[in-house]
């Protein structure tokens, strides 16, 4: 589903102009704007049938606007410095997503174990006291 179904526009999400243009960030400028002309023509809705035609005009929409945050080399300083700076922030949440995951699964774990030691423990005191 895209932004535009979602009823988002592109200030309320962040752009991965990137991956929209199937380029690394590493893409020279004549990189890119093969990219963006290859994908326009591809998607481009004049060229697309008359049922896909509101879709095709969001993707055109979606790879413009990515291309338009790439393509100036200034704009493109300022906005690889957002996207490495969202890059580590999503890296971050995912590494403490993980230590939490592990947490929970330990602290399961300990349970269960604490839980069998209990039964285990019980049984032994009630054939201690017999």
Same mark, same amino acid.
């Given at each position: 589903?895209?932004?535009?179904?979602?009823?988002?526009?592109?200030?309320?999400?962040?752009v991965?102009?990137?991956?929209?243009?199937?380029?690394?960030?590493?893409?020279?400028?004549?990189?890119?704007?093969?990219?963006? @002309?290859?994908?326009?023509? %591809?998607?481009?809705? =004049?060229? $697309?049938?008359? !049922?896909q *035609? &509101? /879709? +095709?005009?969001? #993707?055109?929409?979606?790879?413009?606007?990515?291309?338009?945050?790439? @393509?100036?080399?200034?704009? %493109?300083?300022?906005? =690889?410095? $957002?996207?490495? !700076?969202? *890059? &580590? /922030? +999503?890296?971050? #949440?995912?590494?403490?997503?993980?230590?939490?995951?592990?947490?929970?699964?330990?602290?399961?774990?300990?349970?269960?174990?604490?839980?069998?030691?209990?039964?285990?423990?019980?049984?032994?005191?009630? #054939?201690?006291?017999?």
């Amino acid at each position: 589903m895209s932004a535009g179904e979602r009823g988002e526009t592109t200030h309320d999400r962040f752009v991965d102009a990137y991956a929209t243009l199937g380029v690394g960030p590493e893409a020279t400028q004549a990189e890119l704007r093969a990219a963006h @002309r290859a994908l326009v023509r %591809r998607h481009h809705p =004049d060229l $697309v049938p008359p !049922a896909q *035609r &509101a /879709a +095709a005009t969001r #993707r055109v929409q979606e790879i413009n606007v990515a291309y338009g945050l790439v @393509r100036d080399p200034a704009h %493109r300083e300022r906005y =690889d410095e $957002v996207w490495h !700076a969202r *890059r &580590a /922030a +999503a890296l971050a #949440r995912a590494v403490t997503q993980r230590v939490d995951e592990a947490d929970q699964a330990a602290a399961h774990r300990y349970e269960r174990l604490v839980r069998s030691a209990g039964r285990w423990a019980g049984r032994w005191w009630q #054939r201690a006291e017999r």
